[in-house]
């Protein structure tokens, strides 16, 4: 492929790009395909001689779009945000043209100094702790990782290596393995559902309904009972460790959340993080969702106690208009993740090892991608005002749905209201509330998605896309009311 014929190629793909997204809102939320719908479109090998680019790009319409759930809509209101912009889009243009893998600095030294400083342009707009950031002078700094999952993995393999490196030095084991089978992690109640839910099991052990501990990562995980709002508590999470101290365990991670998957509820930090401190035991504070809220100096009263975290992690990927995948990651002290995953071969090494970061001792895969060049498009061509006018408006629009939930006799509300997220359900059973999320996912014109606390079943509404404006609010739940309408008429006709 010659130059021209290229340009003419990336031309013409902008263009399909700008107007799918200027014309989303035309489009069917939800498809409506069958499973295996793709596989009779097309041809059962490859081509052997290369075709042309219209036909190719005729082919979107024909074989992709009709099996696209449009995230990017503005009546797509499951799981949370994923961000999308177009400084964004061209920023990973520019990383995919570039094509490095940054595992060392010396593989692409711009690829790690520009991480190294938008994870402290990021890090000053949350309003981080200093220690968190690098050019703080101290241990701390940050690295992009793939998700938030992968960041509360990563820090608890670090917070591992450090636990087994000091009771090694304190008393005599017969091996690792006598350490390890002590370890005791704690999370609150909705982050233990996350990860059943989610399978993010290391171990060859299947996740199963927590009746005590279960394990990840290879450690015995603890679910905190959590309080009448979903939240973590300090003296509950005292009371786990004293309790598992006196069984003869070793205590050695926390995870406290900020911004839970089902009902984006906030742990207590401030009361955790004392916890955490005087029990010697490592805190992660993952605000994968609600993070990207702390620009905004109104919402930093949510992760108030952050100061006592040993790790950070939020993902701009989700509601900072940078796109899949940028998940933030800030350490206090790197070395211990350092420590255990240094991966050190003749090939890697270079002159300069030790005096700038190499990312591959940060994260779990070996090659990296050029990342930090969305989060440095998004904050110049976004600036830090729109950006806060951004997480502003969805919260509003989050509040506006609320006050038609609650107008409406029928209905109530499942959870407080805190960020972008409205958790709702109708009155009664949870069987009827099933029925209404079917129903409405089955007309195809928004998209919503059901959670369950306790044994409580309701429907969440997030505010996801860009371009969902307040009358997009309005339709949607003009359309779980007409569904709601419905279920209550063939309910009435049933009996």
Not at 6 to 28: G, H, P, Q, T, V
Not at 55 to 64: G, N, W
Not at 195 to 222: A, C, H, T
Not at 329 to 340: F, G, H, Q, R, Y
């Amino acid at each position: 492929m010659d130059h021209s014929t290229f340009r003419d190629f990336s031309k013409a793909m902008a263009d399909y790009i700008a107007e799918y997204l200027e014309n989303i809102r035309d489009r069917r939320v939800l498809p409506s395909v069958q499973p295996g719908y793709l596989r009779p479109l097309i041809p059962n090998a490859a081509p052997e001689t290369a075709e042309q680019w219209t036909d190719v790009m005729k082919d979107i319409e024909r074989v992709i779009m009709p099996g696209v759930t449009h995230w990017h809509s503005p009546r797509f209101h499951a799981y949370y945000p994923t961000a999308n912009s177009y400084p964004a889009i061209v920023a990973d243009m520019l990383s995919d043209a570039i094509a490095c893998i940054g595992f060392t600095w010396i593989a692409s030294p711009a690829c790690t100094e520009l991480e190294d400083v938008m994870l402290d342009w990021l890090g000053k707009l949350l309003g981080l702790p200093k220690e968190f950031l690098a050019c703080s002078g101290g241990k701390g700094g940050g690295v992009i990782q793939g998700s938030a999952s992968e960041a509360t993995l990563v820090a608890l393999l670090g917070a591992k290596s450090k636990i087994m490196t000091e009771e090694k030095e304190k008393r005599s084991y017969a091996d690792d393995y006598e350490i390890v089978k002590k370890l005791v992690a704690y999370t609150s109640g909705e982050l233990a559902l996350t990860i059943l839910m989610e399978g993010y099991s290391l171990s060859n052990k299947p996740i199963l309904p927590f009746n005590g501990p279960d394990f990840w990562g290879g450690v015995q995980f603890r679910m905190v009972p959590v309080d009448d709002k979903h939240r973590m508590q300090g003296a509950a999470l005292k009371a786990a460790i004293k309790k598992d101290r006196e069984a003869g365990l070793i205590p050695f991670y926390v995870v406290a959340t900020l911004g839970t998957t089902s009902s984006c509820a906030f742990d207590n930090l401030a009361e955790i993080g004392p916890v955490c401190q005087e029990e010697k035991v490592w805190l992660h504070v993952d605000a994968a969702y609600a993070g990207s809220a702390f620009i905004c100096p109104e919402y930093r009263y949510l992760m108030e106690g952050v100061e006592y975290a040993d790790s950070f992690n939020f993902n701009p990927h989700k509601w900072l208009l940078v796109t899949f995948d940028c998940s933030a990651m800030w350490l206090k002290d790197p070395s211990w993740i350092v420590n255990a995953f240094n991966v050190d071969p003749l090939y890697l090494k270079h002159d300069l090892q030790g005096s700038v970061p190499d990312y591959r001792h940060w994260q779990i895969p070996l090659g990296r991608r050029f990342r930090s060049l969305k989060i440095w498009f998004v904050l110049r061509l976004y600036g830090a005002e729109n950006l806060r006018a951004h997480i502003r408006k969805h919260i509003s629009l989050a509040h506006e749905f609320e006050q038609m939930v609650l107008a409406d006799s029928r209905f109530e509300l499942a959870a407080d209201v805190i960020m972008a997220l409205v958790c709702f359900r109708l009155k009664g059973s949870n069987e009827d509330n099933e029925l209404l999320l079917k129903m409405i996912n089955g007309n195809g014109r928004i998209h919503l998605v059901p959670s369950k606390i306790g044994t409580t079943y309701f429907l969440r509404m997030a505010v996801c896309s860009r371009y969902t404006e307040s009358q997009d609010i309005q339709e949607s739940w003009k359309e779980v009311q007409a569904m709601a309408d419905r279920l209550q008429a063939e309910k009435a006709k049933g009996n």
